[in-house]
């Protein structure tokens, strides 16, 4: 058996199974491998039934004696099956499963696992009615079978924790051919299990501490090998491209400095000098800038612009809105005023002549910057003489649309990548592993704190009451709502119900907007464009003000369901406010019912670094989220935490490094990465 067979010719598969498979993403033999188990019950020891202890979790096998069902008033249907072991008798209760009344057969044995309580109260004999396992084995098999500590499954109820064990002793028994994908020497230095052991421990493990060693090893496969991918695509960078070597600054770069309207702090001054170290050398930049909303990452891009343009080359700023790129144009226009940059705009927006007359500027090096949006990488624009590429907001952008940007200079532009969105450092090496990383974690001095409070829905009168007397003190706010329409499947107040009840109710008579990601382009930035102009006082939002625009005078928001929205989620949009001199003000406004919903949300009242708060999402949440972020080409990770396994990813980046070094172990490596990721990530093979 191979790891690229198909699941639907195992045994006991078929096709209706293979359809349910296919849906949790499960088509081949490796696909089930590494459909890794989210939890394990410890079935090693067999209790006998004269042993149980009441509230304390057990295992028992014994052989049905009789089955009764009966109904309670009201209408619950109970099944009860009497068992024997030998040493005494249990009765195993099901709660309306009337189904099993044919598969529960007296003489038949079975194998259950829970916790016994007393019946009646306290005053009859032990039954168990909280089961966490329940199986019925066939009549040639050996309870022992059924011993050890067995895998759990996410299922469904076509496919079952049986299906799934079944299935998984099947291929294993098999013997499928599982070829070794780290080097003998990694394998060896980090005492790593062999890979077939590890299949077999991950998902029937002898005792603990194989299942230990099991997943060190797997979690170890898995991201080694993402960051020998990295590395190979940054090495590729390197080496096949021609750099642009920047000289020194002189007097642009410092006119332009020295007339910034601030000092810079501390983390800009670093991130500052890391730019200006990687734009001097002869090797492509390949810069990330992480930071909080309104920590001062734009500043640092005009500086790196105005670097290139000092040395005789072009340098394009590209945002994911036409409003933010165009706030980016009119900001550095009027920065640039003094000096003789010519500043040029492009977007899909201008009339034909416009467009005709910025593209024939660009050709002919009569514009040295250029901020845009995705018109940027259209076919048509080609740049004389391309520096420097800047991306703003990175998330928003695939790598292949960074990539066709960079193609439009002659040699390799250096690249400076910057992004609101807070990572965990301990996901940095996995999310951004191809490029070198700063991180801004100051504020500038003279922002005002946002005070962040969490009130439940029986007081949203008063938030708004709050809300509207703001506005008619000349300030601005927003309402961001989870959903855009009333919706079956989430009954919660939509966008434009919200809208609707808002400006027809309390804030009759005070200009309205409402935005959402169904509206077309135009008309969302045109709402958005008046809400920059205070021409709306009273923004209804769903999550595409993520990516806004600087509004100095929004001094509130109101989050309607804030605990549908994830902890660094929230912190992006609580960024959209406190931009100004006034006092700002964020209104969480939570049903969540439960304490565990309300103790998160209230992390962000005491909370105002984006970078602590992303820490807690994933302690809270999992790395699962972030991942969406990833856009290297190596996917998902199925078994390693980087939460918990920071130890295992810092060895395993340490052996990736040395692996670098090995010309053997290299080429072995890049032949499993073809192989493994040959969908995705086959470009990094061809160095």
């Known amino acids: ?35 890794y188990p989210r939890a394990y019950e410890d079935q090693s020891t067999l209790t006998p039934i004269a042993e149980l202890q009441a509230g304390e979790p057990a295992t028992i096998a014994g052989v049905i004696v009789s089955v009764a069902e009966k109904s309670s ?79 759990v499954y996410a299922s469904t109820a076509m496919l079952n924790q049986k299906f799934f064990r079944n299935l998984l002793r ?55 090998l993402i960051q020998c991918g990295l590395m190979l695509l940054k090495k590729k960078n390197q080496e096949q491209e021609q750099g642009i070597r920047h000289l020194l600054n002189s007097q642009l770069v410092q006119t332009v400095y020295e007339a910034l309207p601030f000092r810079l702090t501390h983390d800009q001054e670093r991130t500052w000098q890391e730019i200006q170290t990687d734009m001097e050398k002869e090797l492509p930049m390949r810069r990330l800038v992480q930071g909080d909303v309104g920590s001062g990452k734009t500043v640092l891009a005009l500086l790196a612009l105005v670097k290139t343009v000092e040395n005789g080359y072009q340098g394009a700023l590209m945002a994911p809105t036409e409003i933010l790129a165009r706030q980016h144009y009119e900001n550095f226009t009027a920065q640039l005023s003094s000096t003789q940059i010519r500043v040029g705009f492009l977007s899909g927006h201008l ?46 952008f695939g790598i292949a649309q960074r990539a066709e940007l960079e193609k439009k200079g002659g040699r390799a532009p250096d690249v400076l990548v910057m992004t609101a969105t807070p990572i965990p450092r301990t996901m940095t090496l996995t999310v951004y592993g191809d490029l ?15 005070r962040t ?9 008063l938030i708004y009451e709050f809300v509207k007397k703001e506005l008619l003190a000349g300030r601005q706010a927003y309402v961001v709502c989870p959903l855009i329409e009333a919706s079956e499947e989430m009954p919660l107040p939509s966008a434009e119900e919200i809208y609707t009840e808002l400006s027809e109710g309390v804030f009759h008579g005070i200009p309205c907007g409402l935005v959402h990601g169904r509206l077309k382009t135009r008309e969302k930035e045109r709402t958005m464009q008046q809400f920059h102009e205070g021409k709306i006082k009273l923004l209804v939002a769903t999550t595409v003000i993520e990516v806004g625009v600087d509004v100095p005078n929004a001094s509130i928001m109101v989050v309607e369901n804030a605990e549908r929205f994830g902890l660094a989620q929230l912190h992006q949009l609580r960024g959209r406010i406190g931009r100004g001199p006034y006092a700002s003000y964020c209104i969480l406004v939570t049903s969540g019912r439960t304490p565990a919903a309300r103790q998160r ?87």
């Open 1 to 35: 058996m191979e790891l690229g067979d198909s699941l639907q010719y195992c045994k006991g598969v078929g096709p209706k199974k293979s359809t349910a498979l296919a849906r949790l993403g499960l088509t081949t033999v490796y696909d089930l491998l590494t459909y």
């Open 73 to 151: 008033a009201r209408g619950m249907t109970i099944l009860t099956a009497m068992l024997q072991d030998g040493s005494g008798f249990l009765s195993v209760t099901w709660f309306n499963q009337a189904f099993l009344k044919q598969k529960l057969q007296p003489g038949r044995k079975v194998f259950v696992t829970g916790k016994p309580s007393y019946a009646y109260g306290g005053r009859g004999a032990l039954c168990m009615a909280q089961l966490t396992s329940f199986e019925i084995l066939d009549r040639e098999t050996d309870a022992s079978d059924y011993c050890g500590i067995l895998p």
């Open 170 to 224: 099947q291929i294993l028994a098999d013997g499928p051919s599982i070829a070794e994908v780290l080097p003998s020497a990694v394998r060896e230095r980090y005492q790593l299990m062999d890979r077939f052991a590890a299949f077999q421990m991950i998902h029937f493990p002898a005792d603990v501490s194989r299942l230990q060693a099991a997943r060190r090893r797997l979690a170890f496969e898995e991201l080694y």
């Open 351 to 396: 009339t034909k002549k416009q467009h005709e007359n910025i593209l024939q500027k660009i050709a002919r090096q009569e514009v040295d910057i250029v901020i845009g949006t995705h018109a940027l990488i259209q076919e048509s624009v080609g740049f004389a003489a391309l520096g420097l590429v800047v991306t703003d907001e990175q998330h928003r």
């Open 436 to 450: 070198d990383v700063s991180r801004i974690e100051e504020l500038p001095p003279g922002r005002r704190p946002i």
């Open 453 to 461: 409070f969490v009130r439940t829905t029986a007081r949203r009168r």
């Open 601 to 687: 949300l209230a992390i962000l009242e005491h909370t105002a670094s984006g970078f602590l708060l992303a820490e807690e999402d994933l302690k809270l949440r999992g790395p699962g989220q972030f991942f969406g972020l990833m856009q290297h080409g190596l996917g998902d990770l199925k078994i390693a935490n980087v939460l918990t396994d920071t130890d295992i990813l810092l060895q395993a980046r340490r052996a990736a490094m040395e692996t670098m070094e090995s010309a053997a172990d290299l080429h072995y490596v890049r032949e499993v990465l073809s192989l493994q990721y040959k969908q995705h990530f086959l470009h990094i093979t061809d160095t």
